[in-house]
């Protein structure tokens, strides 16, 4: 082992040691943990001292760290800021009731980057019009952005309408990079999962008001 990499280990076990005396619980975060789909950034561990309510230690919490990393790293590849908006202040996050009659959920995956969307809309029976949309994503910032993004453009329309937009209408917003379209792909297929759900429900009432179709569920059952 080299002169530089034993200096830098001693400085290492030095710098977490005197963490540990500040605070009686360490956290260790690496970004790999923290960015799934940042795995790329040079992994390197370090400790953050937790401060406790009434404690005079420092104030650095786990959620902010990550915070700042995840925003450091979004910045470093060229995101555009509505998606670092969207990231850091996701809008209408949560969950519906899925049994509801008169909600429609969709949940989505790409296997191939580990992301997941559940995407949920309520709407009014008697005009179609989206009243609420809710969404979780396990994800990548781009794709959290997309979720988020996607109950903005949805909300308020009529649930046909809302099956109209398309992947690129998300991504030409966020400007979204070319990696990351799949992102945007998936919130398309999102709020049409979630509108189908609905669509399907309704066909099983015989009380519901005939509204105009999506045409989602005719083009399913076709294939």
Not at 138 to 150: K, P, Q, T, V
Not at 159 to 176: G, Q, S
Request: net charge positive.
């Amino acid at each position: 082992m080299s002169a530089t990499s034993i200096a830098s280990t001693r400085s290492g076990a030095s710098t977490a040691a005197t963490a540990a005396r500040r605070s009686p619980f360490v956290v260790t975060l690496t970004p790999s943990t923290l960015i799934p789909s940042y795995s790329s950034t040079p992994s390197r561990s370090f400790s953050l001292p937790v401060a406790f309510p009434g404690s005079a230690t420092s104030t650095t919490t786990p959620i902010r760290a990550a915070v700042d990393l995840t925003r450091t790293s979004i910045q470093r590849r060229g995101y555009h800021e509505k998606v670092i908006d969207h990231y850091e202040n996701p809008r209408n996050v949560g969950s519906m009731p899925k049994a509801d009659p008169n909600v429609g959920t969709g949940i989505v995956g790409a296997p191939a980057c580990g992301d997941v969307m559940k995407l949920q809309i309520l709407v009014d029976d008697a005009t179609g019009e989206i009243r609420e949309v809710k969404f979780k994503t396990f994800g990548c910032g781009s794709a959290i952005a997309s979720s988020s993004l996607a109950t903005e453009k949805i909300k308020g329309l009529k649930v046909w309408d809302a099956a109209k937009i398309k992947n690129t209408d998300i991504a030409k917003e966020l400007a979204l990079p070319p990696v990351k379209l799949h992102c945007s792909m998936l919130a398309e297929d999102a709020i049409k999962s979630a509108v189908r759900d609905w669509e399907a429900k309704r066909a099983t009432r015989k009380d519901a008001v005939k509204l105009p179709s999506s045409r989602l569920l005719a083009e399913e059952a076709a294939h």
